[in-house]
């Protein structure tokens, strides 16, 4: 590491510090420009993801950018551009992929371990942004941050359903609350975006499923489930066992090792290898796009009128 840019100098200072890294900059557009630097990791804001990733692709730098990449599909088609037209990787920051339990589940799905997939269901609920970064209040702030819990939890959940199941998602039926129906007080601001959504995903092969996101919760749940022609399979990312199946074909549970080969590379690891190698990410712009896209279905459902049947 060679530079690092915050808004809080003390903080670039301290991480600098930290990991030796010699050069500090106020101005990230200086960083970008800098010749010492071949690659930037991207973790602000976002409304700044497409201005400063723009800004990165076309000083030539590889950029691995966090989630969503975009907060609209024509953010996302730019940067794919402009990654195209610099010949430089763009990667979006999609962890939970890398996770050895999804990596893990993922291969069982496609050994079809609990045979042909028929429904499926994702959650990822907590307490809200302020609980883990109470200055962050621009989460609360629409032209900033483009939404609410879908824009800021369902990037994770959307990605990782569609690479569990090995296709892409349709959006088909979303709701949310919001600051109309009801707020949750984080520290001392009241949320005015959606702080639930439910969402109702298909595939091009037929299974049906679920996506819940929100910051109503009072902890943290990330869990996954798949239901199955020859049994159920459930991944949890918090706290117990990691997966865990159940067979029609015989009683009681099972908790699958994870796979050995499942904990290498981390995401950081293949950001560098696809840069060293010339090699495409899992999770390309073009990845990233579907989310940005799924989300925007998603907000033109929410904004439908209700239809009331007696």
Known sequence: MTAVHSLREAHAKEVATQYLI??????????????DVDAVSICTPNFTHVPIALKALREGKHVLLE???????????DLIKAAKKAKRILMVHHNMRFDPAVRTAEKLLRKKAIGEVLAFRGHLTHRGPQAWSPKADWFFDKSRSGGGALMDLGPHVF??????????LTMAGAVATSGKTGAIQHGSLATKNEIHCSCLLRTKSGSVGSATVGWADTSYHNRYYFYGSK????????????????????????????????????????????IQHGKTPWVSGEEGLKSVELIE???RLIRRPAVTVI
Do not use: W
């Open 159 to 168: 990605d990782t359903l569609a690479f569990l199941l090995g296709e892409p």
């Open 22 to 35: 010699p050069h500090i900059y106020k101005d990230y557009q200086k960083l970008l420009e800098s010749e």
């Open 231 to 274: 049994g159920t399979l459930s991944i949890n990312l918090v706290k117990g066992d990691p997966i865990t199946m159940e067979l029609r074909s015989q009683e009681g549970r099972m908790n699958p090792d994870l796979d050995k080969d499942s904990f290498s590379p981390t995401l950081y690891e293949h950001f560098i290898d696809c």
């Open 297 to 299: 279905a998603g907000y």
């Open 67 to 77: 989630k969503p990449m975009a907060m609209d599909r024509a953010g996302a088609l």
